[in-house]
């Protein structure tokens, strides 16, 4: 069965530093990625998605991922973090008609 | 900006009783889906619908749960009876999905807060 997994399930950063979130997939055809945001006491927004073409695909809040298929990876990157970066983020894979969601990554930035 | 709506956003219920989740989903929306999470993991997909009809309920444990999306626009939840178990956020969200596929973005409600007692 398809599964996502993501690598770490709290992280601490300081403001300024920068982040990368893991993702990785079991699925071996074709898949479409994406990344959501749970900032405290919102919904579930999208970061960003990949689908074809460039595998580097950039999103909103200066956020960015890397589709590597050879990896089954596309994790989260962000140069530099701010306290309002403090959330739950989620990768997820869809393949087919099956939309899976990893566990989440809780994300806090201390000021 | 064009939402999902949900409601209620909380319920308190005691185990054995009724309770129902509504979700509205953004106009147009073709494909409206139902996610649990409970609290620390991952949403996790209950029943997909392709306007009113079911695409995918394989987690749905049907002995209790049931949906429907009578006019392939607004969809109910329902559980009867309530357990312990199922207190978590109830999610709803929609995508345009003409066919459902899987270059579909979904767009999530607020969701809905059960807690069992």
């Known amino acids: 069965a398809q599964s996502v997994s993501q690598h770490n399930h709290h992280v601490i950063l300081s403001e300024a530093a920068s982040l990368e979130l893991g993702c990785n997939y079991s699925?071996?055809?074709?898949?479409?990625l994406f990344w959501y945001v749970q900032y405290p006491g919102q919904h579930l927004q999208l970061l960003l998605k990949y689908f074809s073409g460039d595998p580097l695909v950039k999103g909103i809040k200066g956020f960015e991922a890397e589709f590597i298929k050879s990896k089954f990876s596309f994790n989260l990157r962000k140069p530099s973090v701010q306290w309002s970066d403090t959330a739950e983020y989620f990768c997820a894979v869809n393949a087919g008609q099956n939309f899976v969601f990893g566990p989440g990554t809780r994300l806090s930035v201390l000021p | 900006e064009a939402e999902v709506a949900q409601s209620p956003r909380y319920k308190i219920t005691e185990k054995s009783q009724a309770v129902a989740f509504w979700c509205d989903p953004i106009?147009?929306?073709?494909?409206l889906y139902w996610y649990r999470q409970i609290l620390g993991q991952g949403p996790e997909l209950l029943v997909q619908?392709?306007?009113?009809?079911?695409?995918?309920d394989s987690q749905l444990p049907k002995d209790r749960f049931s949906a429907e999306r009578l006019k392939g626009v607004d969809s109910t939840l329902k559980i009867q009876p309530a357990e312990l178990g199922d207190s978590a956020m109830y999610l709803c969200?929609?995508?345009?999905?003409?066919?459902?596929?899987?270059?579909?973005?979904?767009?999530f409600g607020p969701g809905t807060r059960l807690t069992v007692l």
């Open positions: 699925y071996g055809g074709t898949v479409n």
């Open positions: 619908f392709q306007d009113e009809s079911v695409v995918d």
């Open positions: 106009s147009g929306h073709a494909t």
């Open positions: 969200a929609s995508s345009l999905g003409a066919s459902g596929g899987s270059t579909d973005t979904q767009y």
